[in-house]
């Protein structure tokens, strides 16, 4: 009797480690001797091809990343292994397959209500390779699969900028302003007596063009007495960003009266 007892018992926990409960959506397995049962379950395909599922209970968390989607089985463990098992316990420390040690492999299927299911074990280590958990008779259950998360691209605004050396001399305009008018654009910097100035059209391409032989391309120099304009020189478009109204460009230049401009560049949104 007292056989046939345990063996009941033993029966009766095997059957609830093994099986899934009333039919939803569910990541489970025995991790040691444990039965770990995720409360929220769920699969992404991420763009560049890859398969990530996981498994959250709490602060617990079972994930299993699949390098391409494509494949499976696929198995676990090694130190160059791109397909990984990571669980991650109660108190933040994770036990992962990437290392020598580990073992494991993963086995999955697309079902046709957009979910996944599959079969999965492994043994993961700590980074220092002293600890280690067993996840055994694991199942991924009809989990939903996600769109993948996208990261909002960051938005990097330019300040405008214009530097130059006039006559071996830093040019530091306090004001730095632009104009457009018709397809020709204007940038200038301005100190409190002097300026500098270019123009060309606004559609120039990036490139390098040449100045004081072309009227669309045109630079000048204005001290007290008056304009001082470019007589040879080059100007280079390094970027003409049309969508977001942004130009970034250098340049240098003499002029009649014998100015010399040297290391121009500016920045400009206009």
């Given at each position: 009797?007292?056989?046939?007892?345990?063996?009941?018992?033993?029966?009766?926990?095997?059957?609830?480690?093994?099986t899934?409960?009333?039919?939803?959506?569910?990541?489970?397995?025995?991790?040691?001797?444990?039965?770990?049962?995720?409360?929220?379950?769920r699969a992404?395909?991420?763009?560049?091809?890859?398969?990530?599922?996981?498994g959250?209970?709490?602060l617990?968390?079972?994930?299993?990343?699949?390098?391409?989607?494509?494949?499976?089985?696929?198995?676990?463990?090694?130190?160059?292994?791109?397909?990984?098992?990571?669980?991650?316990?109660?108190?933040?420390?994770?036990?992962?397959t990437?290392?020598p040690?580990?073992r494991?492999?993963?086995?999955?299927?697309?079902n046709?209500?957009?979910?996944?299911?599959g079969?999965?074990?492994?043994?993961?280590?700590?980074?220092s390779?002293q600890?280690?958990?067993?996840?055994?008779?694991?199942?991924?259950?009809?989990?939903?699969?996600?769109?993948?998360?996208?990261?909002?691209?960051?938005?990097?605004?330019?300040?405008?900028?214009?530097?130059?050396?006039?006559n071996?001399?830093?040019f530091?305009?306090?004001?730095?302003?632009?104009?457009?008018?018709?397809?020709?654009?204007?940038?200038?910097?301005?100190t409190?007596?002097?300026s500098l100035?270019?123009?060309?059209?606004?559609?120039?391409?990036?490139?390098?063009?040449?100045?004081?032989?072309?009227?669309?391309?045109?630079?000048?120099?204005?001290?007290?007495?008056?304009v001082?304009?470019?007589?040879?020189?080059?100007?280079?478009?390094i970027?003409?960003?049309?969508?977001?109204?942004?130009?970034?460009?250098?340049?240098?230049?003499?002029?009649?009266?014998?100015?010399?401009?040297?290391?121009?560049?500016?920045t400009?949104?206009?």
């Amino acid at each position: 009797m007292k056989v046939v007892f345990l063996t009941l018992i033993s029966v009766m926990l095997f059957t609830s480690c093994s099986t899934i409960e009333d039919n939803s959506p569910a990541l489970q397995g025995i991790k040691d001797s444990l039965l770990f049962r995720a409360n929220d379950s769920r699969a992404i395909f991420n763009t560049d091809g890859s398969l990530v599922v996981t498994g959250e209970r709490g602060l617990e968390a079972v994930n299993l990343l699949v390098n391409n989607q494509s494949q499976s089985p696929v198995t676990l463990g090694g130190s160059n292994n791109t397909n990984i098992a990571v669980y991650t316990d109660e108190n933040g420390v994770e036990y992962s397959t990437l290392n020598p040690l580990s073992r494991g492999n993963f086995a999955y299927s697309l079902n046709g209500d957009n979910s996944l299911s599959g079969e999965f074990n492994f043994t993961a280590y700590t980074e220092s390779l002293q600890d280690s958990v067993f996840f055994y008779r694991g199942v991924a259950y009809q989990v939903p699969i996600l769109s993948p998360l996208m990261n909002e691209p960051e938005v990097i605004v330019l300040q405008n900028n214009f530097t130059a050396k006039v006559n071996t001399i830093m040019f530091t305009p306090t004001i730095i302003n632009s104009s457009v008018s018709g397809n020709l654009i204007t940038v200038v910097g301005q100190t409190s007596t002097t300026s500098l100035a270019l123009n060309f059209p606004l559609n120039t391409m990036a490139g390098d063009y040449l100045l004081g032989t072309n009227p669309d391309l045109s630079a000048g120099y204005t001290v007290p007495n008056g304009v001082s304009n470019a007589t040879s020189g080059e100007l280079t478009i390094i970027t003409n960003d049309a969508a977001n109204e942004l130009i970034v460009g250098t340049f240098s230049f003499q002029t009649d009266d014998g100015f010399e401009v040297t290391e121009g560049a500016f920045t400009i949104n206009y």
